[in-house]
């Protein structure tokens, strides 16, 4: 089995002008145009909108679409990449799964997506299965910097966030393997830690995830915006 990341297609750069709708972007291109884009992600990305900044994005040929293109990549202060598309942080992660990156989530025999799980009826991200163990492992995108190096989560106030972490409680309470892993896409990012002082609900529960047994994992993202790639490198170190 193959994971969800479509084949590679060169993406195209322009100049951000704003986002808006918390979907749409407007971007500038080389000729002085301007296009209205498809932008993904629901969060705040705090210090990931800088009007006048580079950004690519990429192009669908689905014909069906209103907004064909989508963003990509933004500017980040001090000159870093940030992968803001959320949508690829599963895809990337069973890409690195599969290829041996993610050392800690080696040996499983199956990889599920998107099952049902826990009293709050949740779907975790990936369910890994072999003979005497399950795996529940939730996916996190990281794209916020603050500090030089620091990456924090969540940008915003995220209910949905610590629902995950505790039905993951539930789960290594339950004696079953749990893990939150974050996807890292930004190129100047050499830790994570809890964003605190956005969101001290998620902070004081993620601190309880890791005392009741629930692994915390990152791992960062090497990106080359003139191939369209981004790609799961490294492990990063957890700070709670």
Partial sequence: MSSDLPPTKLWQSG???????RFLADVQLADGSEITIHCPNTGSMK????????????????????????WELASTPGGHWAGINTGRANAL???????????????????????????EKSRVDFLLERADEQCFVEVKSVTLMEEAGQG????AVSSRGARHLRELIAMAQNVHRAVLLFCVQHTGIHWVEPADAIDPL????????????????????????????????NALPVSI
Avoid at 15 to 21: D, G, I, Q, S, T
Avoid at 93 to 119: C, K, M, P, T, W
Wanted: aromatic residues 10%.
């Fill in 93 to 119: 992660v069973e890409e690195a799964i599969r290829n041996g990156v993610i050392q800690e989530l080696q040996g499983y025999d199956r990889l599920l997506r998107e099952q049902r799980y826990g009293s």
């Fill in 202 to 233: 998620y902070g004081q529960t993620l601190r309880m995830a890791a005392e009741a047994g629930v692994e915390l994992l990152a791992y960062g993202a090497s990106i080359v915006p003139e191939q369209g790639q981004i790609t799961l490198t």
């Fill in 152 to 155: 924090l989560f969540p940008d």
């Fill in 15 to 21: 100049v951000l002008l704003r986002r808006y709708k």
């Fill in 47 to 70: 210090n990931c909108l800088l009007p006048g900044s580079a950004c690519w994005f990429s192009e669908s040929d689905n014909p069906k679409r209103k907004y064909p293109h989508t």
